[in-house]
T-cell receptor, first 112, second 115 residues
Framework: GESVGLHLPTLSVQEGDNSIINCAYS??????FIWYKQESGKGPQFIID?????DKRQGQRVTVLLNKTVKHLSLQIAATQPGDSAVYFC???????????FGTGTRLQVFP | EADIYQTPRYLVIGTGKKITLECSQT?????MYWYQQDPGMELHLIHY???????EKGDLSSESTVSRIRTEHFPLTLESARPSHTSQYLC??????????????FGPGTRLLVL
């Protein structure tokens, strides 16, 4: 049968445009958040992280925004490139544990 | 970035067979993890270890078992594989980063198909 995973939320953007991927987290006690990128056939790759005492953090072409009031996390990718095509996962962590809770991924498709 | 190796990358096996998925890391990380991931879905923690001789069950119940006899090695074993075990298995390890929380780094995964 068809996998539910084939209905993964998908964001399609044109090469050069900016991408915004959103994530809602569940635990108000979570104080550390990570974005991972997973390309087909590979394990998740760390992109950027943010602690709950911050609301914004920038990396190379990526920015993570944290809104604790509504428990929302977003990943912004500037000047999206074909190599950015992947599934993106957010993960949350509560301070008293090393375990990560992963959200449902978003598939980013970049068109020329 | 951690160097984490998983073997085999792909495995097709018949029901009832015993299998061991290998995971090794060369960074000396104390903490290691096993996740199960169905295609395109979120990762679910099935086992973790804080160091040698430490193993704990994760949030998702699994019929697999793990061992941690050496720091660098964290194998996962299925005593009797079933079609319901078909999935991708991801190994990760973590270490403290200066001024930051421990971050988990992942291996390439093992795709398991049980017929």
């Amino acid at each position: 049968g068809e996998s539910v995973g084939l209905h993964l939320p998908t964001l399609s953007v044109q090469e050069g445009d900016n991408s915004i991927i959103n994530c809602a987290y569940s635990n108000s006690a979570s104080d550390y958040f990570i974005w991972y990128k997973q390309e087909s056939g590979k394990g998740p790759q760390f992109i950027i992280d943010i602690r709950s005492n911050m609301d914004k953090r920038q990396g190379q072409r990526v920015t993570v925004l944290l809104n604790k009031t509504v428990k929302h996390l977003s990943l912004q990718i500037a000047a999206t490139q074909p190599g950015d095509s992947a599934v993106y996962f957010c993960a949350e962590n509560e301070g008293n544990t090393d375990k990560l809770i992963f959200g449902t991924g978003t598939r980013l498709q970049v068109f020329p | 970035e951690a160097d984490i190796y998983q073997t085999p990358r792909y495995l097709v096996i018949g029901t009832g067979k015993k299998i061991t998925l290998e995971c090794s890391q060369t960074m000396g990380h104390d903490k290691m993890y096993w996740y199960q991931q169905d295609p395109g879905m979120e990762l679910h923690l099935i086992h973790y270890s804080y160091g040698v001789n430490s193993t704990e069950k994760g949030d998702l119940s699994s019929e697999s078992t793990v061992s941690r006899i050496r720091t660098e090695h964290f194998p996962l074993t299925l005593e009797s594989a079933r079609p319901s075990h078909t999935s991708q298995y991801l190994c990760a390890s973590s270490a403290p980063r200066q001024g930051a929380r421990e971050t988990q780094y992942f291996g390439p995964g093992t795709r398991l198909l049980v017929l």
